[in-house]
């Protein structure tokens, strides 16, 4: 069984930063480092995107085009955390973003945290 917790979303100004952390807690099986882990977002009425991604070994990372440049992608295999560097952010990131771990590739998602709200205002 996994778990995956996100945290440090919270309320702030366009242009300002924030770092999404997302713990994961693995009871038996497979180990944090044999997951691809990412990020997607939902914003208010819209569907769930895939906003990040990085590999197993941390060597590989996707962003979506509209957080190039702007947002960076790690992980910590010895604690079993991924992060998510938000800078120069705009009111159109405003989203729940979401913590997701997958075992093959991203056509399936195993597990998703509960989200954690990012708000950005203008």
């Known amino acids: 069984q996994v778990q995956l917790v996100e945290s440090g979303g919270r309320l702030v100004q366009a242009g300002g930063s924030l770092r999404l952390s997302c713990a994961a807690s693995?009871?038996?099986?497979?180990?944090?480092?044999?997951?691809?882990m990412g990020w997607f977002r939902q914003a208010p009425e819209k569907e769930r995107v895939l906003v990040a991604t990085?590999?197993?070994?941390?060597?590989?990372?996707y962003y979506t085009d509209s957080v190039k440049g702007r947002f960076t992608v790690s992980r910590d295999n010895a604690k079993n955390t991924v992060y998510l560097q938000m800078n120069s952010l705009k009111p159109e990131d405003t989203a729940v973003y979401y913590c997701a771990a997958a075992g093959s590739d991203w056509s399936h998602v195993d597990h998703w945290g509960q989200g954690t709200q990012v708000t950005v205002s203008s």
């Open positions: 693995i009871a038996s099986g497979r180990t944090f480092s044999s997951y691809r």
């Open positions: 990085i590999s197993w070994r941390g060597t590989t990372t």
